[in-house]
């Protein structure tokens, strides 16, 4: 299944078909990637009664996977392209089959921390050379198309694991979901190595003393390149509000069956606005003006929120068309990223940034917000998500001008 588009000069432009077998194979790697948090999440009441231990060494376990992305994410983007995108690949998803084996096997606390720590390398590795690949075989009139549809892994991962996850534990166990977990990156180990061309993703050459001594230029020219950090700090603004949203709109209703439904369908909604993002920012409009209209999109629906509080239709509606304009932002973001740099190498580099702030936004911002939520209630929640809004918009007003 291939799509025509004439050829140019750099590696990206030179790509003339989009591969969507290849695209689809790794996207599949970051839904599996997403539930390396996911399946934690699901088993946490399982974890917490077989090792008869307080909520705080289970929700390091569950939480570390994350905080390796945070202090590590930026340098995963250099380390891939000294080593190559495929072989980071597959030794990321090969890391995490290892892992999750370990895990299946409850060994003790410690050594499940340690497994979850390590799973954080796996996952970031997978997160930066995957969506590299991804754009690397697509063509030019698909590459936003491909990077919305790579925007929607971590939700839909997550729906996986919970989809599949609940009836595998029921009939055999909360072990058997790592195994099932294990069994899915190893499917992927074998048709990444048969699918992906070596040619164009082989190693540079890699040593780790002059990697070491590189790095604290890498990671600077990383971040004062507007082309490489302009999408990252875009995407940070998202993240910073995100989990907040999900977290928080659904119980600014007195009413239970109006949280359960806002529960089930705001990430629905989000990944839906990802996805189609990918769409309009390749045929429509620029992924700069869509992350615009996107902050104005969550500016306005959020403080209606505060306003139609009181009504439970309308109030299901604003809460949806937020959750909508931040998958739209999400996909812009992730379409940034093609649109902005000029070769592998800056793409990777990026996507590590992605990573990095994606992940600094996610563990900042959602207890900030939950603060304000407690105190002042919806006014507090729409203040702080508004304010957030204003800055990612002047950020993303900036970025016209590469």
Not at 38 to 62: D, N, Q, R, V
Not at 144 to 157: D, E, Q, Y
Not at 290 to 308: E, N, R
Request: aromatic share 12%; glycine share 8%.
């Amino acid at each position: 299944m291939q799509t025509k588009q004439t050829a140019t000069t750099t590696y990206f432009e030179k790509q003339e078909t989009t591969n969507w077998f290849l695209v689809i194979l790794l996207w599949l790697c970051g839904v599996f990637s997403a539930i390396q948090f996911a399946k934690f999440s699901i088993t946490y009441e399982h974890l917490l009664a077989h090792y008869a231990s307080g909520p705080g060494a289970i929700g390091i376990a569950l939480s570390i996977v994350g905080f390796v992305g945070l202090l590590f994410g930026a340098t995963a983007g250099v380390v891939a392209n000294r080593v190559g995108f495929k072989k980071v690949l597959i030794y990321s998803l090969f890391l995490g089959v290892i892992l999750s084996i370990v895990q299946a096997q409850t060994p003790p606390l410690s050594i499940l921390v340690l497994s979850r720590i390590l799973e954080g390398a796996s996952h970031l590795g997978i997160v930066v050379a995957a969506p590299t690949l991804i754009v690397m075989n697509s063509a030019k009139s698909h590459q936003a198309i491909t990077m919305g549809l790579w925007g929607t892994f971590f939700g839909v991962g997550y729906a996986v694991a919970g989809w599949v996850g609940v009836d595998l534990i029921e009939q055999f166990g909360f072990q058997s979901l790592y195994t099932a977990h294990a069994l899915s990156l190893f499917v992927c180990i074998a048709l990444v190595s048969l699918a992906v061309s070596g040619t164009s993703t082989d190693s540079k050459g890699f040593s780790l003393i002059k990697f070491l001594a590189q790095l604290p230029k890498d990671l600077k020219e990383i971040y004062s390149n507007p082309k490489t950090c302009f999408p990252a700090i875009i995407f940070l603004f998202h993240a910073l509000m995100f989990v907040a949203l999900l977290t928080f709109l659904p119980r600014v209703s007195d009413e239970k069956k109006v949280t359960d439904f806002l529960m089930i369908v705001l990430p629905l909604t989000s990944m839906i606005g990802t996805l189609l993002a990918g769409f309009i920012a390749q045929y429509f409009i620029s992924p700069k003006t869509l992350a615009k209209l996107s902050f104005l999109g969550i500016a306005l629906f959020i403080s209606a929120t505060h306003w139609f509080s009181e009504t439970s239709y309308i109030l299901q509606l604003l809460c949806m068309c937020t959750l909508f304009c931040s998958g739209l932002l999400q996909g812009a973001s992730f379409a940034l990223i093609p649109y902005m740099t000029n070769d592998e190498s800056e793409q990777s580099n990026s996507i590590g940034a992605v990573a990095q702030l994606g992940n600094l936004g996610s563990t900042v911002g959602a207890p900030l917000i939950a603060i304000l939520f407690e105190k002042y209630t919806t006014m507090g929640l729409a203040a702080s998500v508004v304010m957030l809004c204003i800055v990612g918009t002047w950020c993303a007003y900036l970025s016209r001008k590469y």
